[in-house]
Each structure stands twice: as C-alpha cells, then as structure tokens.
C-alpha cells in the first residue's frame, strides 16, 4: 500500500496593490521597470525581477532573449547572477517579479519557470534564510510567498550530492 505525503504551501492572495507593504510597492514597481528594458524580440514577453536586499537597496534584472533560443536568460536569473557577481555576500530579502506582453499595458501573471525556481532555491539555501517571493496575479491581484520552498517543495540542493 502506498502512503501517502501531503504538503502545504503557504500562499498569501492580495487582492489589490493597497495591500502590498511600500517596501513591496517600491520593488514591484521596480520589476515593472525592469520589464520596460527587457531584450524580448522574439516572444513579446516581457519579463522583470527585482530583489531587495537586507540593507534596503533593491536590484533588478529582465529577461533577454537571442536568437539562439536556449542562450536567453530569465530575468530571475539576470537579476540573481547579476547580485551574486557583483555583491556575492548580499542577503536578499524580497524577490518580486512581474510580466506582460509588448505593446500592452496590463500586467499578466508571473510563474517563474523550473529552471528560475531551482536557481532562487539555490540562493535561499546558500543564505540560510528564506527568501519571500511576490508575484503579480491576474486581475489586478498579487501572490505572496514567505518562501522559495513554497514554489519549489522538492528541491534539489548540494545536500543531495
């Protein structure tokens, strides 16, 4: 007989902008700039990360694309590489992200992708804090994470090797 594991994800729903905290508010904004920029010729998906940092200083990345497809880069993981070369022992404190679609002004729901996940898994485990995630939803709503293990609850870590 097979047993059975049951796993419980934490998720808060806002279901407006007046919700978000202006710590939030601010890195939100930022991620909806860094999308502004993003190098997305090909899909139209634009596509913007910003993290904030345990001293308040926020950092940002967007997705860029190539015409060799699989050489683009997420802007979770532009943002992430990015702080990690530049300021290896940051404490990252809040990642946002957002996206929407060229020549739209709606916001449309961000997922980050499995490879986005397993890679802001790795930075929560290297500080050994959790690091929340807020996400834009649809409508106008916003999702909130106090974890990167609430995206990615079965995670392959150095402890696994």
Sequence with gaps: MA???????????????????AQEMQAMELAQQAAA?????????????ALVMEDGSMFKGSNQENAAYPSGLCAERTALFALSANYPKAKIKLLAVTARRRNEEEFLPAMPCGACR????????KQKEPIPVLLQAADGRYYRFNTVADLLPFQFTSDHL
């Design 3 to 21: 047993n059975k594991l049951t796993i419980n994800i934490d998720i808060d729903v806002l279901d407006s902008a007046a919700e978000l905290s």
């Design 118 to 125: 397993q890679v802001m898994a790795e930075y929560e485990f």
């Design 37 to 49: 920029d993003a190098y997305a010729p090909y899909s139209n998906f634009l596509v913007g990360a």
